[in-house]
Nanobody, 121 residues
Framework: QVQLVESGGGLVQAGGSLRLSCAASGRTFSSYAMAWFRQAPGKEREFVAGIRWNGGNTYYADSVKGRFTISRDNAKNTVYLQMNSLKPEDTAVYYC??????????????WGQGTQVTVSS
């Protein structure tokens, strides 16, 4: 069982940066692939970024490539999402997820409660 708690969301102006964190409980965190998803009002949840259990491979949605960076610290049971050059269309609730199959089409069995990111124009 893995419990996930996101933090770091907030209100930022377009062009600004935010860093999201996702703290995981459980001794098996390092066994899981991790990912960030987001859901904007009236839209379906979409994949944003993912990372393999050892950080060796990362995956990004085309809409965030070159602006967002996912990383993880297995010693701290934490995964991060550094978001730069934010745009109003990045406004959404961001969710952290854990699973055994990484990537945009991976399988994620555990989810956090989400953190709101609002980008003003």
């Amino acid at each position: 069982q893995v419990q996930l708690v996101e933090s770091g969301g907030g209100l930022v102006q377009a062009g600004g940066s935010l860093r999201l964190s996702c703290a995981a409980s459980g001794r098996t965190f390092s066994s899981y692939a991790m990912a960030w998803f987001r859901q904007a009002p009236g839209k379906e949840r979409e994949f944003v970024a993912g990372i393999r259990w050892n950080g060796g491979n990362t995956y990004y949605a085309d809409s965030v490539k070159g602006r967002f960076t996912i990383s993880r610290d297995n010693a701290k049971n934490t995964v991060y999402l550094q978001m730069n050059s934010l745009k109003p269309e990045d406004t959404a609730v961001y969710y952290c997820a854990a699973g055994l199959i990484p990537g945009q089409n991976g399988r994620y069995d555990y989810w956090g409660q989400g953190t709101q990111v609002t980008v003003s124009s």
